[in-house]
């Protein structure tokens, strides 16, 4: 079936500017995870979504960043006023649900953005 | 934060050769996962250990568990070419959940044909 699918796969932004990153998890996981990935770094949670309950928005570093799940599905990250420091590759996974654990989760090709 | 910490950073072998990368950690861990990423696939979850694991085995790779001492190895026997990629541990919680799965910088490997 389908894998988690990320949108764009590229984005090109000025500083100042808003940007909008899409995520499509595999259909059935109930978990959505964002993370960002900096070149040659590990992976830094942003957020988690499971099911209808509140998300966990503990990873974002700061108000700029916000992200909706709607319907329990497609999710979207919104960066506002980008600065330069958030260049990076952003990356979406998802699992079959977060509260198990051991649920491997499946991760998106990822949104490489660069803010100039 | 990044609690794994992953040695060696960079790793070169000829086609063939074993491959051993090592994960340290610091806190209490439910589970310890590898990840690959390569340019190709992206990040792929490998294999999934649990604390009370000390070994286990998916086709070619081997992972150790020593909760002791905190660490986990990956090996890779008879390498390939398409090896050749990124390789991640990251740790869950003690709590049982993994919504922040912690992760190490990773080891580079080249595998050489």
């Known amino acids: 079936g389908a894998g988690v699918s990320q949108s764009p796969s590229n984005k090109v932004t000025e500083k100042g500017k808003d940007v909008e990153l899409r995520c499509d998890p595999i259909?059935?996981?109930?978990?959505l995870y964002w993370y960002r990935q900096s070149l040659g770094q590990g992976l830094e949670f942003l957020i988690y979504f499971q099911g209808n309950s509140a998300p966990d928005k503990s990873g974002l570093p700061s108000d700029r960043f916000s992200a909706e799940r709607t319907g329990g599905s497609v999710s979207t990250l919104t960066i506002q006023r980008t600065q330069q420091e958030d260049s990076a590759v952003y990356l979406c996974?998802?699992?079959?649900?977060?509260?198990?654990?051991?649920?491997?989760?499946?991760f998106g090709p990822g949104t490489r953005l660069t803010v100039l | 934060s990044q609690q794994g910490e992953e040695d060696p950073q960079a790793l070169s072998i000829q086609e063939g050769e074993n491959a051993t990368m090592n994960c340290s950690y610091k806190t209490s861990i439910n589970n310890l996962q590898w990840y690959r990423q390569n340019s190709g696939r992206g990040l792929v979850h490998l294999i999934l250990i649990r604390s009370n694991e000390r070994e286990k085995h998916s086709g070619r790779l081997r992972v150790t568990l020593d909760t002791s001492k905190k660490s986990s190895s990956l090996l890779i026997t008879a390498s390939r070419a398409a090896d050749t990629a990124s390789y991640f541990c990251a740790t869950g919680d003690n709590a049982g959940n993994n919504r922040k799965l912690i992760w190490g910088l990773g080891t580079s490997l080249a595998v050489n044909p």
């Open positions: 259909s059935g996981h109930t978990a």
């Open positions: 996974a998802s699992s079959l649900t977060g509260l198990a654990q051991w649920n491997e989760q499946f």
